[in-house]
Each structure stands twice: as structure tokens, then as C-alpha cells.
């Protein structure tokens, strides 16, 4: 079950989602798309470095290592 902070950032991105689609659909000013698209960035901002341990901690997690010849 998902705890409030989840669904206040699910809201958060509804949100931000529908301003840009707004935006682009010419059904609200320009700005507004450019505000949806800020607050996405902010909402993931705090949910992909909360994501992060768990998914380096999981035992399918695999890191990848790039070397240069």
C-alpha cells in the first residue's frame, strides 16, 4: 500500500502533466507548460534518489563498468 508522500507526488505529477498537455493542446498560456514541465523535473527530482538504494541494493542489480581501450 502506498504511503500519503506517494500519492502527494502522484498528485503533483498529474498535475504537472496536465499543465503541459494543456499547454500543448493551446488550451492555456505558453507559461504554463513551462511550469508543468519544472515541477515534473522537482517531483522526480525527490523520487529517483529515493529509488536509487533500493535498486542498487536488489540482488538482480548488475553495475555496469565502461573502459576505454
Same mark, same amino acid.
Given at each position: 500500500? $502506498?504511503?500519503?508522500? @506517494? !500519492? *502527494? !507526488? @502522484?498528485?503533483?505529477? +498529474? &498535475?504537472? &502533466?496536465s499543465? +503541459? /498537455?494543456c499547454?500543448? /493542446?493551446g488550451?492555456?498560456?505558453?507559461?504554463l507548460?513551462? %511550469?508543468?514541465? !519544472?515541477?515534473? #523535473? %522537482? +517531483?522526480?527530482?525527490?523520487? &529517483?534518489? !529515493? /529509488?536509487? =538504494? @533500493?535498486?542498487?541494493a536488489? $540482488?538482480? #542489480? *548488475? =553495475? +555496469?563498468? #565502461? *573502459?576505454?581501450?
Amino acid at each position: 500500500m $502506498s504511503n500519503a508522500g @506517494d !500519492r *502527494q !507526488r @502522484d498528485g503533483l505529477s +498529474v &498535475i504537472a &502533466i496536465s499543465l +503541459v /498537455l494543456c499547454a500543448f /493542446l493551446g488550451t492555456a498560456r505558453y507559461i504554463l507548460g513551462h %511550469v508543468g514541465v !519544472r515541477l515534473f #523535473f %522537482v +517531483v522526480s527530482g525527490f523520487l &529517483i534518489p !529515493r /529509488l536509487l =538504494p @533500493d535498486a542498487c541494493a536488489a $540482488s538482480e #542489480f *548488475q =553495475p +555496469v563498468s #565502461f *573502459q576505454v581501450e
